[in-house]
């Protein structure tokens, strides 16, 4: 299992490279990324099991006893990005996109956020404690606020299934929590954290397969349409730094680690969640935007790197 806990140590570095493997193998094997779609369910509940499984009782206890700043992160997530989305979408007109496009940004701001979000918390060397409560209050939530979210965001212009989506959800997250809570009663969290490179070197893997199954044909597009690729990409980004950005100003009162954290949960959401809680399939518009949605995913652990380095090397600069 030595070479699990290898590509467990790997962090940002490691997301990078599965990024490239997702984009570039299914050029070699056109259509692995459309077979493997079935699958995705199961992909998102391994990134649940694995999130939920690594709480730390002790410390969630102590931020639970003060839960205002848990409650404000939660609202920010769930309510305050949701309205941005709403106000965006009515101020361009949602008649002028593309239908899969208002489906896709509906869906994107209805969900939680992504798993790997405590991950990124331990890769940038954050308290890991504060993102897993807030992923876990979202995601609690989220099968009886997305049913009412996804449907007022995406406003008439598409017909989104909110019980369906409800229900899905459900089975999917309540599954994962009670897995989870198995794996802890029988395994205990000190042999979890033990190899918790073993497992982090498993969720790359899992990580590179759901890439597949998001990235199938998007190189191709890339080079037949790459004005559309290019703007869509923007927009990911902007929603992703955007949403770090706000945080940061409005929320500064959080701290920086817990600002940063609660703005890049709110900005890098769990769309493969949602895309697997959609019975049948999704418009090929609203799967390209779901995969250049993970650009910001994989990349901004690294951007946030260099800015921080930037930012050290100024100050010694200065100093």
Known sequence: MGWLAFLGRQGATGMSVSLLISAALPLFVPGAGTALRPGLPAMIMVFLVNAFARIDVGDARQILARPTKLLCGLVWVVLVIPILFWAALSMVGRENLDPGLVLALSLQAAAAPIMATPAVAMVLEMNVTF????????????????????????????????????????????????????????????????????????????????????????????????????????????????????????????????????GFAAGHRNVGLMAAAQSGSLPDMTWLYFALVQLPIYLTPQIVRLIARFGRRLARLRS
């Open 131 to 262: 993102s897993v409560l807030l992923l876990l209050a979202t995601m609690i939530i989220q099968p009886f606020t997305a049913p009412l979210v996804a449907p007022w965001v995406a406003g008439s212009a598409i017909q989104v299934d909110g019980l369906l989506l409800g229900r899905n959800l459900l089975l999917m997250i309540g599954g994962s929590v009670m897995i989870s809570a198995v794996i802890r009663r029988v395994v205990g969290l000190a042999t979890l954290e033990k190899y918790r490179f073993e497992t982090s070197g498993a969720n790359l893997i899992v990580f590179t397969l759901f890439g597949l199954t998001m990235f199938d044909g998007v190189v191709v597009r890339a080079f037949t349409d790459p004005w559309l690729v290019a703007g869509l990409s923007a927009t990911a980004f902007l929603i992703a730094l955007g949403s770090i950005a706000a945080a940061f100003i409005v929320l500064r009162a959080f701290g920086r680690d817990d600002a940063f954290i609660t």
